[in-house]
Structures are given as structure tokens and as C-alpha cells.
């Protein structure tokens, strides 16, 4: 097991695509009118690809079409205060492909846009995850695991 040197403990690109295709909820980082700009979104992780349903011609999908984003999933447990975060970057481009466009419609992807909306597709270029423990399994930053 890894840890960083504030003690989260580091979690690997197979652990990190694991959580984001447990979650259906997430934050993507765009630039619009060169501003930064944060939106939760329903996402469905589809292989190694993030899909978004969004409006057809909204600002999201405006936003979206052949750039390179960021995209957030988090956990957190107020009891023991513990959690997760996962943040991908990568490049969002809207699938235009008939037999792609076809078989992600068949998939379980939530949104809030209305039906006809576009589907975009962000890689995962760049994957990492932390994870902050519950306090008795937490590490002290320098020291190689949980019993040092």
C-alpha cells in the first residue's frame, strides 16, 4: 500500500476506475468564455471512457466538444470521517458514431437533460485517487504503511 506525505493513502488507475464505475454522480471541470466552470453531472463509466448525457446545444455540450477536462468523483463518511476522491483529465468528444451512439442509448445512463440530448464521451487519460481512512488504519506522512 502506498501513502502520500499528508498520510491519504494512494489508490492505484484499476482501484481509482473501479470507484468511478460505483458512482453515477460526479463534477466536471470545464472552461467556458475562459472561465472555470464546475457542474455535477450523471455519468456512467463505459470501459475506460466517462459518458455524459447533456442537452443538445446547451453550454455544457458547448463546453465539452474536443477539450481537455477534468472530472471529479468523491465519497465521504461524516461518522468516521473518511473518504474518497478520484480525478480524471482528459479529452471530451461528442460520439457521433451510429453503432456507438446505438449501444451506449442501450446503457443505464442517467440524466437530467431532456431525451434528446447529446452523449459525450471523456477519456481517462489521466487517472488518480486518494483515500483517507478511517482514524485507527490513518498512516503518518513519511512512513511507508499503516504500521510504519
Do not use: C, Y
Not at 33 to 53: S, Y
Not at 83 to 104: A, F, K, Y
Amino acid at each position: 500500500m502506498e501513502f502520500d506525505r499528508n498520510g491519504l493513502r494512494v489508490l492505484d488507475r484499476a482501484e481509482s476506475l473501479r470507484r468511478l464505475a460505483g458512482s453515477t454522480i460526479g463534477r466536471v471541470g470545464v472552461s467556458s468564455r475562459a472561465l472555470p466552470v464546475v457542474l455535477p453531472v450523471n455519468f456512467l463509466l463505459d470501459g475506460e471512457r466517462i459518458l455524459i448525457r447533456t442537452g443538445r446545444g446547451s453550454k455544457l455540450s458547448a463546453a465539452l466538444r474536443e477539450a481537455v477536462v477534468s472530472f471529479e468523483v468523491d465519497d465521504f463518511d461524516p461518522v468516521d470521517h473518511s473518504g474518497w476522491s478520484v480525478v480524471v483529465t482528459g479529452t471530451s468528444h461528442l460520439i457521433q458514431d451510429v453503432d456507438d451512439l446505438r449501444r451506449v442509448d442501450a446503457l443505464p445512463l442517467a440524466h437530467w437533460a431532456p431525451s434528446d440530448g447529446e452523449i459525450v464521451a471523456i477519456s481517462t487519460e489521466m487517472v488518480s485517487g486518494r483515500e483517507l481512512p478511517a482514524p485507527g488504519q490513518r498512516n503518518r506522512p513519511g512512513r511507508s504503511g499503516p504500521s510504519g
